[in-house]
């Protein structure tokens, strides 16, 4: 065998031993306990990590698809709708957390009744709603205040795994006719709060016309009035003219002045707005911008006006305790900034001291003045109590010539409320106490 056939043969040799050398330290390496746990974990760790992320984003994108969310902020009208609506409508073992909201109500007779509210307090909640289960979650931020009111602001998430969206209004629109039939037959007094008018306790019964007996001529002259008001838009936006008109009744305090505003309120199914023009903080824009924004169908009272203010001269910077102007109230009532198709009533115990700028035509169109009951109002008050005309003249009589309310013969007639002998009997007390 030659040099070359030999070498040959012992490299072929060497790289066929070889082989296994190889292969046996990769079995080696590869059968270490150590390393296949520390792959296995990092396999495990990497799956997991997977799937979690998987997850989360078949969550989401489930989410997506299936589940719908709405949001009603504390400062929408339709928040008390909904927390009412839920507190009749939810099932109370689906409520774990309440809050209570309190009516308080005191009598002419002096008595007091009280109702206490429940309604869905801050938390979450479950309930179903025409076979559709929902999530509503009511959230109170600590953090953050109106300025306005002093209160939280709260906000209600509703979440529904339905995807049809009516479902949403279809609920509003229910609560929205729960809140409205509650108000049916009944008159709302608005107050101020803040920048915005809210009801003022709970709905008031109308008042019926009727039951307010003022002197010949005066109910018919206004309730006419405002009714043409009303039926007459069309005829003012022709001539150019401001769609607004103004009532000034002035006259002692008792005179009927307020409960004939309630009562023609209730005539027109009109609600009422209040305001207090010495309300400490009332500004000048922020009494532009209230008597700006009535709500609809509502009749504006500024009553006591002549407590705000007086002469000009007095009154030229600040009001009393408010820091509205003189010129603010002026041009609130009829500047341009001035809201249109709105009916505004002022009453006053001493139109002597407003100012001649304040209730002149334009600003006031029509004036009417609530004196002491005469001897027309007293007999037909006294038939409305009892309906006795001969005893009605004889208590026309006992009192002839005398100055008495018409609030102190309503006092008269409730405490003698089924006596009307009595009634005529003791009239002389209605006087005797001045």
Known sequence: MSMLETLANEQTTAAVEGVPEKQGLLSTVTSNPIFSAGFGLIGVGAGLSLLRKGATVGASALRRRLLVTLEIPSRDKSYLWFLHWMSHHAPKRQVQHLAVETSYKQHDNGSISTKFGLV??????????????????????????????GAPFETITITTLSRDRHVFQEL???????????????????????????????????????SVILDKGIKERIVND????????????ERGIPYRRGYLLHGPPGSGKSSFIQALAGELEYNICILNLSERGLTDDRLNHLLSNVPERSIMLLEDIDAAFTKRSQTDNQGYQSMITFSGLLNA?????????????????????????????????????????????????FKRFYDNEALANEFVEKIRGKNVSTAS????????????EEAVKNADSLYNQF
């Open 172 to 210: 509003l629109q229910e609560a929205q006719e729960m809140a409205l039939k509650k108000q049916e037959g009944k008159t709302v007094i608005y107050t101020s709060y803040g920048p915005e008018w809210r009801p003022f306790g709970m709905p008031r019964r109308r008042r019926m016309l009727e």
């Open 333 to 381: 009532l009829d500047g341009v900034a001035s809201a249109e198709e709105r009916i505004i009533f002022l009453t006053t115990n001493h139109v002597e001291k407003l100012d001649p700028a304040l209730i002149r035509p334009g600003r006031v169109d029509l004036k009417e003045f609530f004196g002491n009951a005469s001897e027309y109002q007293i007999r037909n008050m």
């Open 120 to 149: 869905p307090g801050p938390g979450t909640h479950f309930f179903k709603y025409r076979h559709i289960w929902m999530q509503v979650q009511r959230q109170r931020d600590g953090k953050m205040m109106d300025l306005s009111t």
């Open 226 to 237: 405002v009714k043409a008001f009303i039926n007459n838009g069309k005829w003012y936006n």
């Open 409 to 420: 013969l309503q006092g008269h007639f409730v405490y003698y409320k089924d006596k009307p």
